[in-house]
């Protein structure tokens, strides 16, 4: 089954601008809306963006994101140690009635 | 907020079953679609299904379609994955995942459990 395809790695050194981007499709980035996670090692997912390019409250404002067509992007600046961690894009798919993650990002903080 | 508690993983050999249980608290399980999620050791996030807040749609990843099959028991706040047939790829953290609302088409996941181990090996 297809994935959104997002950079394997991303990296950076403190308080720079980082952008990781997601690629789909008509059926899905095309079609429904975005949203993007970060996992940190050995916990469970948490949403960091939601609907194309909203923050959940008690995420950084250093955190943004868009969407424009079939493609979508996050972008992080000031970049911080507490940042590093894994970072996936996901969207539902009509065509195939399933929702599709990225292949996730590594972001590294030098 | 809530909570979601995944239950069930195990060490099972290929072609036996498992049955996956997630209960969920502090909030209107009834209300919500519920998502199974997966993670393959140092693999990336895959969709496994969903079924939606009164269990009549259902929706399975093609990698699982045939052999898995999510329920729920609404009176007892908890989503089920029964899987059968496993084979070594289906090795996994399993996670159970509450969407946004009752429509299952957003990818919003607004709450995680901590997820549930399965390894399938002879």
């Known amino acids: 089954q297809s994935v959104l395809t997002q950079p394997p790695s991303a990296s950076g050194t403190p308080g720079q601008r980082v952008t990781i981007s997601c690629s789909g499709s008509n059926s899905n980035i095309g079609s429904n809306t975005v949203n993007w996670y970060q996992q940190l090692p050995g916990t469970a997912p948490k949403v960091f963006i939601y609907?194309?390019?909203q923050r959940p409250s008690g995420v950084p404002d250093r955190f943004s994101a868009s969407k424009s067509g079939t493609s979508a992007s996050l972008a992080i600046s000031g970049l911080q140690s507490e940042d590093e961690g894994d970072y996936y894009c996901a969207a539902w798919d009509d065509s195939l009635n399933v929702v599709l993650f990225g292949g996730g990002t590594e972001l590294t903080v030098l | 907020q809530g909570q979601l508690v995944e239950s069930g993983g195990g060490v099972v050999q290929p072609g036996k079953s498992l049955r996956l249980s997630c209960a969920g608290s502090?909030?209107?399980?009834?209300?919500?679609?519920m998502h199974w999620v997966r993670q393959a050791p140092g693999q990336g996030l895959e969709w496994v299904a969903v079924?939606?807040?009164?269990?009549?749609?259902?929706f399975y990843a093609d990698s699982v379609k045939g052999r898995f099959t999510v329920s729920r028991d609404n009176s007892k706040n908890t989503v089920y994955l029964q899987m059968k047939s496993l084979r070594t790829e289906d090795t996994a953290l399993y996670f159970c995942?509450?969407?946004?609302?009752?429509?299952?088409?957003?990818?919003?996941?607004?709450?995680w459990g901590q997820g549930t181990l399965v390894t399938v090996s002879s």
């Open positions: 502090g909030f209107t399980f009834s209300s919500y679609a």
């Open positions: 609907s194309n390019n």
């Open positions: 079924m939606s807040d009164d269990g009549t749609d259902k």
């Open positions: 995942a509450k969407d946004r609302d009752s429509s299952y088409r957003s990818g919003w996941f607004t709450l």
